[in-house]
């Protein structure tokens, strides 16, 4: 959010700084609690794969793009029509952009967790449906 925020909208200074306390306030709040708790180093256990090094997948990578590969597709047609075919607006630009960006970090994310199983690939969801969209807007019978 902050880099997209700074890249796409444009963030002042006083944004930037009120998105920095507004996304690490709850870490450090969550990190508080387990410290009074003397849970923290537990807390420390299940947190992202950036503080342990062994990985555990239960599905392979291609098992993964056989089932992604259709959405997938659909999703990168539906940009390029959506982009090339349609005007859009500066609006829809950058709703358009947020949504790469929000998909590139999406992807980004399997190198954090630790346990890497289908039901995370939710996070996929909705950038892809809103390209998907698109494809299907494009050839609307008016």
Known sequence: MILTGIAISGFSFRQLMLSLVGYTLPILLIAVFYYWNDGLQEAIDIWPLIFKSSRVL???YWSWLIIGAFPILLSLVGYFLGA???GSTINQQKQRQLVIL???F???EFLLIKNQAGYQLII???GLSYLITQFFFTFEEE
């Open 106 to 108: 999406a992807a980004a």
């Open 102 to 104: 929000w998909l590139i």
């Open 58 to 60: 239960f599905q392979s």
């Open 84 to 86: 090339v075919l349609k």
């Open 124 to 126: 996929f969801v909705p």
